[in-house]
């Protein structure tokens, strides 16, 4: 199956929103704070999808994860 580019960002932030919470950060606010950035782009990123690959590869950096880990569905 082919995934269009919006469908694959709302694929990313949901995986980011498991992988928060299966990190040792376990919240939205604990993790945005710790990367660095607000809550309600946290918020937007996981709501409304996240489709900036370098944001994507600085967050699987930050996890210690694979991209592919973020981007797979």
Same mark, same amino acid.
């Given at each position: ?6 469908? &694959?960002?709302?694929?990313? %932030?949901?995986? /980011?929103?498991? $992988? ?21 782009? &946290?918020?937007?990123?996981? %709501?409304?999808? /996240?489709?900036? $690959? ?20």
């Amino acid at each position: 199956m082919e995934l269009k580019s919006q469908d &694959l960002g709302l694929v990313v %932030g949901a995986n /980011l929103k498991r $992988l928060i919470k299966e990190s040792k950060y376990r919240t939205q606010e604990a993790f945005a704070f710790e990367f660095g950035c607000e809550d309600r782009t &946290l918020r937007r990123w996981l %709501g409304k999808g /996240l489709y900036n $690959l370098k944001i994507i590869q600085e967050i699987a950096d930050f996890l210690k994860i694979s991209v592919f880990d973020i981007l797979s569905e």
